[in-house]
């Protein structure tokens, strides 16, 4: 008897060598997983500068091996506090939140089985790694070329930027499996999406005005002159470009991106926090739709803010009181968001493992940042508070360490779907402890010593003994950094042991969570839901639902198989 082998005879088709699965691999959950390598390296690298940074503020005179190698001048102080900032902004505070834990968990706690378009969200990556290596490259080159250099890394970070938030958009609005309507999304991934919308209209504008400066420096298209922006006469345009550009317009369109950039970093944390306050508080998130409302009353109002920092620059003397005002909108949603998580801790059953204390850290760092933002806020104050170490401790406190504790919480939670193994949860919370107390013994004297060095009677006044480098505060501030550092060090050795030794995780879901992600395998299989499309029945967050075995449902629970396990 003749049997139907047509498919047993066919060859096999040869494996893809390790440099094309590399380099054309467009799995989402790969490219998710690199943007989390990627981070991972820039966040290390980032802390390392610092750290240089501080130990030559502190004591100038000693010799740091890498500083001095590269001339310890004042333009390389400069170029390492940008490659600092370039490196935490751009690759941690904006990659990891939306393009790592985006790209891996969107598709799956929608019910997708891939991004709308796979192959630009891999050509995104190589573009990220792409300005990753520009940036660093341009800190060991001569400042002039090392200058154009940055500039076209960053430009090639927003053309990635831009092809993300269009991949985050399109997939969200256009690939949900049936059931999931927008009431049932998971507020990640609201917080992707809003985040999304808002890349791409700012990483547009900076993205254009990088290419306007590059013009300017390549090409002499004299774009920022003073000439064609205040209709005034030139002073020797042409001979010097960079001397003679006025600085105005660009100070316009840096700040329409810069300063929505900060909530281009929180927004994914917002979403982050609320998900892992709601999954280890074992409670439904409290007034779920204003959260939602929030969110996107982050995303308007942080766009619209663009002339904060723009006031003394010749605009409408009217314009200070509209952006004031709509600076002063972004304190509804935050208080929103700040009601939410209390409301959703108050008599909750909370399980404080490594991720939950994370979360905890977040909303503490953010209403300490918040609360120091109002001494910059009001013009009084402000005149009192404008030093670089009280907007450094501020800026730091608020968006890079807070931000930085959302994205740890998020690893803990995620690290057995991710790898299949935990986290050390003894090693996670003594980081947790050592990190938390670091990062508040560093800031919160920066604070002080912002308000110390502006209190003097008359400008000619000596800075007091308290604020002058090499005092006992900025001491005490480096060994907070080196303490810091060291548990960051710590969780280094924790992440890589648990990643090959580590605890396996026998369940899919270990933490009993409700969202999608968690009814599939861990690690997920190559294609997500196998032969079966989910189908979503109810909310993301179903938690201590009377009468049912456990004290969750999770989303893709038919009502059928909720009723059998009463």
């Not at 904060?308 to 003397?317: Q, Y």
């Not at 810091?484 to 969780?491: D, M, N, R």
Request: net charge neutral.
């Amino acid at each position: 008897m003749a049997g139907n082998d047509s498919s047993a005879n066919q060859p096999e088709l040869p494996r893809a060598g390790f440099l094309a699965r590399a380099l054309f691999n467009s799995d989402h959950k790969a490219i998710g997983l690199r943007y989390l390598w990627l981070a991972l390296f820039s966040v290390f690298l980032g802390m390392a500068m610092s750290l240089l940074m501080r130990i030559h503020l502190v004591w100038p005179g000693v010799h740091v091996p890498f500083f001095s190698g590269l001339g310890g001048t004042s333009d390389r102080y400069a170029a390492l506090a940008t490659l600092h900032g370039s490196l935490m902004v751009f690759l941690v505070l904006t990659a990891a939140p939306q393009a790592g834990f985006g790209n891996y968990f969107l598709p799956l706690q929608i019910g997708a089985r891939e991004m709308a378009f796979p192959m630009l969200n891999a050509l995104s990556f190589w573009a990220t790694a792409a300005s990753l290596i520009g940036m660093t490259a341009a800190f060991l080159i001569a400042p002039r070329a090392g200058i154009t250099l940055w500039i076209v890394s960053v430009a090639i970070f927003c053309a990635a930027s831009l092809l993300n938030a269009l991949n985050f958009s399109v997939t969200t609005i256009d690939q949900r499996t049936k059931g999931m309507t927008l009431p049932r999304l998971p507020l990640t991934v609201w917080a992707w999406f809003i985040n999304a919308i808002l890349g791409l209209l700012i990483f547009s504008i900076l993205l254009a005005a990088c290419v306007c400066l590059l013009s300017d420096r390549l090409l002499g298209a004299h774009l920022f002159a003073s000439f064609y922006f205040l209709g005034g006469q030139p002073v020797n345009v042409g001979a010097n470009v960079a001397a003679n550009a006025h600085s105005v317009l660009w100070k316009r369109l840096f700040w329409f991106f810069a300063q929505a950039e900060v909530y281009v970093a929180m927004l994914p944390c917002f979403g982050l926090t609320t998900h892992l306050l709601s999954t280890f508080s074992r409670k439904p998130v409290w007034m779920e739709r204003l959260v939602v409302l929030a969110l996107c009353g982050v995303g308007v109002f942080g766009f619209c803010v663009w002339g904060e920092h723009m006031f003394a620059s010749g605009m409408n003397p009217f314009s200070p009181l509209v952006f004031s005002l709509l600076a002063s909108s972004l304190g509804l949603p935050a208080v929103i968001l700040l009601i939410s998580w209390l409301g959703t801790l108050w008599n909750a059953r909370i399980q404080l493992n490594a991720a939950m204390l994370f979360a905890l850290g977040f909303v503490s760092l953010f209403m300490s940042g918040g609360l120091s933002g109002i001494f910059l806020a009001r013009q009084d104050l402000a005149s009192a508070a404008v030093s670089d170490d009280f907007v450094t401790g501020h800026f730091h406190l608020v968006m890079g360490v807070a931000a930085t504790f959302a994205i740890l919480g998020a690893l803990f939670f995620w690290f057995p779907k991710l790898f299949g193994r935990r986290l050390n949860e003894p090693l996670g919370k003594l980081h947790f402890w050592l990190t938390f107390a670091g990062v508040y013994c560093v800031f919160m004297p920066m604070h002080w010593l912002g308000l110390i060095a502006h209190s003097r009677v008359s400008p000619g006044e000596a800075l007091a003994p308290v604020a002058a480098s090499g005092s006992p505060v900025r001491t005490f501030i480096t060994f907070a950094i080196l303490l810091t550092v060291a548990a960051q060090v710590l969780f280094l050795l924790n992440f890589l042991w648990s990643l090959f030794r580590g605890e396996k995780v026998e369940e899919c879901n270990p933490w009993r969570a409700t969202t999608l992600e968690w009814s599939v395998s861990s690690p997920p299989p190559a294609d997500d839901f196998g032969d079966r499309d989910p189908v979503v029945y109810r909310g993301a967050y179903e938690f201590s639902v009377p009468d049912v075995a456990e004290d969750f449902v999770p989303q893709h629970l038919t009502p059928e198989q909720v009723s059998k396990v009463r």
